[in-house]
């Protein structure tokens, strides 16, 4: 592996993922859902995002919030140049890409000297602990009193009996010269016989078999930079909670927003436990040990103000939100710590009735008596439930959605042409909500038919057929290859008529049509 890597897996590219904590409508609703003044995604803002990976999140929220500037950099030259020319491709200015090291970067002259979001995702745990510094250090120069830091990463508990099993994976693919598939490849022989040998490790820690089975079912891709990088830490949250005291940042909450809902993922017990403890990180902390958490993603600000009265109640009423699937298929319950939990349709449904219709804002919504007669606390807690349960989205405000249009009509278009022969981009971007909306690649080719002029089911199946079956490609099902032209048209038709009755209007909805 050449020196630039620093121990970082360089010869397979990461996934093209979108991860929408990254997003700054969430991150703004998240800071005003628990009382403290942070950035409005509304206004002219500057955000840095550290270790971008392919890019494509930037992309779209770049397209989709053309009032941010957006500087992103990552080390991986040849990932920064895909990024970079789907920017191009869309005419997308307000965004800079940079393939610099994190003390690089913040030496960059295009750089403005500060910058209201920093974001790293997937960086934190991945990289050595001389790199996790320069974030500090980077945090400490950049960062703007009253900005928010996102970052997440693998945590304990929920990594304790799995961190000696990527470390003897990494071990089992040393001395392979061959690449990191070759790694992989050589790691999996070894542990597979490692388990044919009735390994007391694997027997003793129920469901690491099926654990590991997934992982070498996984793609390989995403294995190869969760599995095998040189560096590779779980942390404690309270161990990052001080390691950004050091950079001046308080914790603001998780971008989880269900997190922050009571009742939601502990019983009664648990939640007395936790309101028994004084210290913020040991609370935290001890909260992962009671859901096993395994991954984190936490928001940081540099200066903890809470909201006055008046200040949130004129935020809160101008939130607007949106729909993110159709009505009829949001499922009335949630995840609970001892199963699920049934919703309560009196609240749910007039919410859900009302956001059908089209976004609107909390004070649209309160107009209407059968949602006024809820109160504003039930129905802010409501909507931050559909929020995290992913039903719901926070929006922008409408005043921007003809300027925001454009940008993403642009990327939209770029990304639609893309799936002519590609897979890797499964997102388009929202003006409405300023974020990105998964839309498979099957989906995308109806969408690239509807604007061929074809309309019904069956013609959206031949359409999608006709270019796939040119490239010698087939649907897959259930993780095998439909082979009969018939049974791939049958497929398609089924997925076509999924799309228009479920994706169709919500696409239309926001926008991204």
Same mark, same amino acid.
């Given at each position: 592996?050449?020196?630039?890597?620093?121990?970082?897996?360089?010869?397979?590219?990461?996934?093209?993922?979108?991860?929408?904590?990254?997003?700054?409508?969430?991150?703004?609703?998240?800071?005003?859902?628990?009382?403290?003044?942070?950035?409005?995604?509304?206004?002219?803002?500057?955000?840095?995002?550290?270790?971008?990976?392919?890019?494509?999140?930037?992309?779209?929220?770049?397209?989709?919030?053309?009032?941010?500037?957006?500087?992103?950099?990552?080390?991986?030259?040849?990932?920064?140049?895909?990024?970079?020319?789907?920017?191009?491709?869309?005419?997308?200015?307000?965004?800079?890409?940079?393939?610099?090291?994190?003390?690089?970067?913040?030496?960059?002259?295009?750089?403005?000297?500060?910058?209201? %979001?920093?974001?790293?995702?997937?960086?934190?745990?991945?990289?050595?602990? *001389?790199? /996790?510094?320069?974030?500090?250090?980077?945090?400490?120069?950049?960062?703007?009193?009253?900005?928010?830091?996102?970052?997440?990463?693998?945590?304990? $508990?929920?990594?304790?009996?799995?961190?000696?099993?990527?470390?003897l994976m990494v071990l089992a693919g040393k001395g392979e010269e061959a690449g990191t598939k070759a790694r992989l490849?050589?790691?999996?022989?070894?542990?597979?016989? %490692?388990?044919?040998?009735?390994?007391?490790?694997? !027997?003793?820690?129920?469901?690491?078999?099926?654990?590991?089975?997934?992982?070498?079912?996984?793609?390989?891709?995403?294995?190869?930079?969760?599995?095998?990088? /040189?560096?590779?830490?779980?942390?404690?949250?309270?161990?990052?909670?001080?390691?950004?005291?050091?950079? *001046?940042?308080?914790?603001?909450?998780?971008?989880?927003?269900?997190?922050?809902?009571?009742?939601?993922?502990?019983?009664?017990?648990?939640?007395?436990?936790?309101?028994?403890?004084?210290?913020?990180?040991?609370?935290?902390?001890?909260?992962?040990?009671?859901?096993?958490?395994?991954?984190?993603?936490? %928001?940081?600000?540099?200066g903890s103000v809470p909201l006055r009265s008046l200040q949130a109640e004129q935020l809160w009423l101008g939130q607007?939100?949106?729909?993110?699937?159709?009505?009829? *298929?949001?499922?009335?319950?949630?995840?609970?710590?001892?199963?699920?939990?049934?919703?309560?349709?009196?609240?749910?449904?007039?919410?859900?009735?009302?956001?059908?219709?089209?976004?609107?804002?909390?004070?649209?919504?309160?107009?209407?008596?059968?949602?006024?007669?809820?109160?504003?606390?039930?129905?802010?807690?409501?909507?931050?439930?559909?929020?995290?349960?992913?039903?719901? !989205?926070?929006?922008?405000?409408?005043?921007?959605?003809?300027?925001?249009?454009?940008?993403?009509?642009?990327?939209?278009?770029?990304?639609?042409?893309?799936?002519?022969?590609?897979?890797?981009?499964?997102?388009?971007?929202?003006?409405?909500?300023?974020?990105?909306?998964?839309?498979?690649?099957?989906? !995308?080719?109806? %969408?690239?038919?509807l604007y061929e002029g074809r309309s019904e089911t069956r013609d959206l199946a031949e359409y999608a057929w006709n270019?796939?079956?040119?490239?010698?490609?087939?649907?897959?099902?259930?993780? *095998? $290859?439909?082979?009969?032209?018939?049974?791939?048209?049958?497929?398609?038709?089924?997925?076509?008529?999924?799309?228009?009755?479920?994706?169709?209007?919500?696409?239309?909805?926001?926008?991204?049509?």
């Open positions: 592996m050449v020196s630039w890597t620093d121990g970082y897996v360089a010869d397979i590219g990461y996934t093209h993922g979108y991860y929408r904590e990254l997003s700054p409508s969430l991150l703004s609703f998240v800071s005003l859902f628990r009382g403290i003044s942070g950035p409005q995604a509304d206004q002219t803002l500057t955000y840095c995002e550290l270790g971008c990976g392919q890019g494509f999140s930037a992309n779209l929220l770049a397209a989709a919030n053309p009032h941010i500037r957006f500087y992103v950099t990552d080390f991986n030259p040849t990932q920064i140049a895909g990024a970079k020319a789907l920017a191009d491709e869309a005419g997308t200015k307000n965004i800079h890409f940079y393939d610099m090291s994190f003390s690089e970067f913040e030496a960059a002259y295009e750089l403005p000297e500060y910058v209201d %979001i920093i974001a790293f995702h997937g960086v934190y745990s991945w990289i050595s602990a *001389k790199n /996790r510094e320069e974030i500090l250090k980077f945090i400490s120069k950049k960062l703007k009193i009253g900005g928010i830091v996102y970052c997440s990463y693998n945590c304990l $508990p929920g990594w304790a009996s799995v961190t000696p099993l990527r470390k490849n050589k790691a999996f022989s070894i542990v597979d016989k %490692i388990i044919e040998a009735d390994s007391r490790y694997f !027997q003793s820690h129920s469901g690491l078999k099926e654990r590991y089975e997934g992982i070498k079912s996984g793609n390989k891709s995403y294995i190869s930079h969760e599995y095998f990088n /040189r560096d590779w830490s779980a942390f404690a949250h309270a161990d990052v909670a001080e390691d950004m005291a050091r950079a *001046k940042l308080t914790y603001l909450g998780s971008a989880n927003i269900l997190d922050h809902i009571p009742g939601v993922g502990l019983t009664a017990e648990q939640q007395k436990l936790l309101d028994q403890i004084d210290d913020p990180f040991v609370a935290e902390t001890v909260r992962d040990y009671i859901t096993n958490q395994q991954f984190r993603r936490d %928001i940081y600000i540099k607007r939100f949106a729909l993110s699937q159709t009505a009829g *298929k949001i499922q009335l319950k949630i995840k609970a710590a001892h199963g699920e939990a049934a919703l309560q349709k009196d609240v749910y449904e007039p919410i859900i009735e009302a956001l059908a219709q089209g976004p609107r804002t909390v004070r649209e919504m309160s107009e209407l008596p059968v949602v006024s007669k809820l109160g504003s606390g039930r129905l802010r807690e409501a909507l931050a439930v559909l929020v995290g349960k992913g039903d719901c !989205q926070p929006c922008l405000s409408p005043e921007g959605d003809e300027v925001r249009y454009e940008r993403t009509r642009a990327l939209n278009k770029a990304i639609l042409e893309r799936a002519k022969d590609s897979s890797d981009l499964n997102w388009l971007c929202s003006p409405v909500t300023g974020a990105g909306i998964h839309v498979s690649r099957a989906f !995308q080719l109806f %969408i690239l038919g270019i796939l079956s040119s490239q010698n490609q087939r649907i897959v099902k259930n993780g *095998k $290859p439909i082979i009969e032209t018939a049974d791939n048209l049958v497929e398609l038709e089924e997925r076509a008529s999924k799309f228009t009755e479920e994706l169709l209007p919500i696409l239309k909805m926001l926008r991204v049509l």
